[in-house]
């Protein structure tokens, strides 16, 4: 669907921009009703369906966001004192799938051998990265999972003098409806935007949102 706008890319020869003969560093296609984009300032990003076009100011953002030195910053960022070897493996293979431009990824790992801590050390690093995150989704779809994350996340210490994760990073969530968890087959509603959240916490430089889903 894009071959029409990399034509369209190669003769903008009036824009200082070059990537390859293309002359724009975003190009977009659209039927109507599926639109894909293609970021193409890296030879390994891949053209991807969106939902919908990018506002001029998220354009200009993405112009002045320096994913590479993110990368880097990234690898900068030590992991927590308390993790284990595989955990940091687990993190390190993650870093190096975004270095890869890679957008989607799965961890697989055994019940008890901390998943929950595992990621918090990873969102943690990739806050503190700068441009790596800026704003992060933790879904669960169980009760208990959703009080251990808020634990993790309130208990996690960083490297600045001991201050918690909450204590550095907005935290937000949101408590499930009435009516219990999922079950295993009822589809999950996603929610385009969230309700007013509990227990922020005000005066942080970002923000982390944790939404676990309502259950009818």
């Not at 320096?66 to 493996?89: I, L």
């Not at 431009?101 to 969102?123: D, E, F, Q, S």
């Not at 251990?148 to 996340?153: G, K, P, S, Y």
Request: hydrophobic letters at 35%; proline letters at 6%.
């Amino acid at each position: 669907m894009l071959l029409q706008a990399e034509r369209y890319a190669r003769d903008m020869t009036s824009h200082s921009f070059n990537y390859d003969g293309l002359h724009t560093p975003f190009l977009y296609s659209t039927n109507g009703e599926v639109t894909w984009h293609h970021d193409v300032r890296h030879t390994l990003n891949r053209s991807r369906q969106i939902s919908s076009f990018h506002t001029p100011d998220a354009l200009i953002e993405r112009l002045q966001a320096d994913t590479d030195d993110a990368c880097t910053q990234f690898f900068a960022v030590p992991d927590n004192s308390m993790m284990r070897p595989y955990q940091r493996d687990a993190c390190a293979a993650i870093g190096e799938a975004i270095d890869d431009k890679k957008r989607t990824m799965l961890v697989a790992m055994a019940t008890g051998t901390g998943k929950t801590y595992t990621m918090v050390n990873l969102i943690y690093r990739l806050m503190k990265a700068g441009g790596a995150a800026k704003r992060i989704l933790f879904l669960v779809d169980r009760r208990a999972l959703a009080a251990q994350a808020v634990r993790a996340f309130s208990s996690f210490e960083t490297e600045q003098g001991g201050l918690k994760f909450d204590k550095t990073y907005e935290v937000y969530s949101q408590a499930f409806h009435r009516g219990g968890d999922l079950d295993e087959n009822e589809p999950m509603m996603p929610m385009s935007s969230p309700p007013k959240p509990i227990s922020p916490i005000h005066n942080r430089d970002t923000a982390l949102s944790m939404y676990p889903p309502s259950s009818a």
